[in-house]
Antibody
């Protein structure tokens, strides 16, 4: 059964770069899904899609973060990563990685496997 | 950019009742790309419905989705206390590829 686990620093200083990793276990990142995504949730607020990377290597980012965001895949480590530069307090959130894995939902773009989330606080 | 508006506001119902949650899109969307999630405090979201009306694996048949165009509904019948959660609708747009979430509806069962 495919599982996702986020990791990264819980505290980042303003203006620095936030780096998070999502480790895929129970399957290969190269064949288990056709895209991998990041979603975040500020404290007490709703879900915000951050960006996705497809099996082809194509990346798509939410417009408000596009200039600061990079998502990549490392197949050798079975991981995909998020880097968000020049962070501010507005980037404080729980960050989730997620992916569609069940073949039944292919083509529907729901996400059925999620990590447990990692809390990132931006503060000096 | 599509905006998803969810209603009603916080909802409080009793066990055994039926909940009807609405998600309205700012423009007509592809039915296949409309999903619903349940999120309980301190947990990651869980996919309930995809393609507007198909239940994800393991989701009880008390959960059902319907709708098309701009109006979509999540219905939860025979409410149980464990259904207390925030429910989000989500749309995938293909040009350019991006996801949009509604702001969520909080459902309390007591």
């Amino acid at each position: 059964q495919l599982q996702l686990q986020e990791s990264g620093p819980g505290l980042v200083k303003p203006s620095e770069t936030l780096s998070l990793t999502c480790t895929v276990s129970g399957g290969s990142i190269s064949s288990s899904s056709y895209y991998w995504g990041w979603i975040r949730q500020p404290p007490g607020k709703g879900l915000e899609w951050v960006g996705s990377i497809y099996y082809s290597g194509s990346t798509y980012y939410t417009p408000s973060l596009k200039s600061r965001l990079t998502i990549s895949v490392d197949t050798s480590k079975n991981q995909f990563s998020l880097k968000l530069s020049s962070v501010t307090a507005a980037d404080t959130a729980v960050y989730y990685c997620a992916s569609p894995v069940d073949t039944a939902i292919l083509g529907y773009y729901g996400m059925d496997v999620w990590g447990q989330g990692t809390t990132v606080i931006v503060s000096s | 950019e599509i905006v998803l508006t969810q209603s009603p506001g916080p909802l409080s119902l009793s066990p055994g009742e039926r909940a009807t949650l609405s998600c309205r899109a700012s423009q007509s969307v592809t039915t296949n790309y409309l999903a619903w999630y349940q999120q309980k405090p301190g947990q990651a979201p869980r996919l309930l419905i995809y393609g507007a009306s198909s239940r994800a694996t393991g989701i009880p048949d008390r959960f059902s989705g319907s709708g098309s165009g701009t109006d979509f509904t999540l219905t939860i019948s025979r409410l149980e206390p464990e259904d207390s959660a925030v429910y989000y609708c989500q749309h995938y747009g293909s040009s350019p590829p991006m996801y949009t979430f509604g702001h969520g509806t909080k459902l309390e069962i007591k």
